[in-house]
């Protein structure tokens, strides 16, 4: 079966140009996660969705962040203009959600580079 | 306050040893807990999921939660080169699937 598909694997851009990172769930999945992570902050979850609805954003960093997820097998996270501090892995992850207890399962990240 | 509390480590443990990596959490109300690893550079891949008190054993593997005193702990048995990586502690902490994670606990098995 496939797993959480992303995609660029690398992206370096210069320093205001739009980014978008892209994510195709697993099939039947109906919660996608987007994180960063970076040694100084680790792991943090930056927006959610459930049923292609956002649950909670509360994590995204600032107005130049934005998610959409416009059916269940596609989403997207774009940084609009990217800053060097914006510079980290991104991971995608889905997981069955809406009650069941079942795990999360990661994507292989997008590792992220503004110059 | 952090939610998800684990020692950040590096845990050195030799080769053939037992790794004993501890995660204690605030949120009474979860039910499900799990392990992941990641290796450097990598993505986290799940381990182990237990969501009743006890003892869970998957191979080397082995499990422990005990909610009344808030914690869950991840054991390695006869630890290999190969079990050198970050181990992430989570909790689902909402019926859409969120995850608490804790900062990840290093472990590094030296030959």
């Known amino acids: 079966d496939a797993g959480v598909i992303q995609s660029p694997r690398h992206e370096v851009t210069e320093m205001g140009q739009e980014v978008t990172l892209r994510c195709k769930p697993i099939?039947?999945?109906?919660?996608l996660f987007w994180y960063r992570q970076t040694m100084m902050r680790g792991l943090e979850l930056l927006i959610y969705f459930n049923n292609n609805v956002p649950i909670d954003d509360s994590g995204m960093p600032e107005d130049r962040f934005s998610a959409k997820m416009p059916n269940a097998s596609f989403s997207t996270l774009k940084i609009q203009p990217s800053e060097p501090r914006d510079s980290a892995v991104y991971f995608c992850a889905s997981s069955l959600g809406q009650d069941s207890n079942q795990p999360q399962h990661f994507g292989d990240g997008t590792r992220l580079s503004i110059l | 306050q952090k939610e998800v509390e684990q020692n950040s480590g590096p845990l050195s443990v030799p080769e053939g040893a037992i790794a004993s990596l501890n995660c204690t959490y605030s949120d009474r109300v979860s039910q499900s807990f799990f392990w992941y690893r990641q290796y450097s550079g990598k993505s986290p891949e799940l381990i182990m999921s237990i969501y009743s008190n006890g003892d869970k054993e998957d191979g080397r593997f082995t499990a422990q939660l005990n909610k009344a005193s808030q914690y869950v702990s991840l054991l390695i048995r006869d630890s290999q080169p190969s079990d050198s990586a970050t181990y992430l502690c989570?909790?689902?902490?909402?019926?859409?699937?969120?995850?608490?994670f804790g900062a990840g606990t290093q472990v590094v098995v030296t030959p």
């Open positions: 099939s039947g999945h109906n919660s």
């Open positions: 989570a909790l689902l902490t909402d019926s859409w699937g969120k995850f608490q």
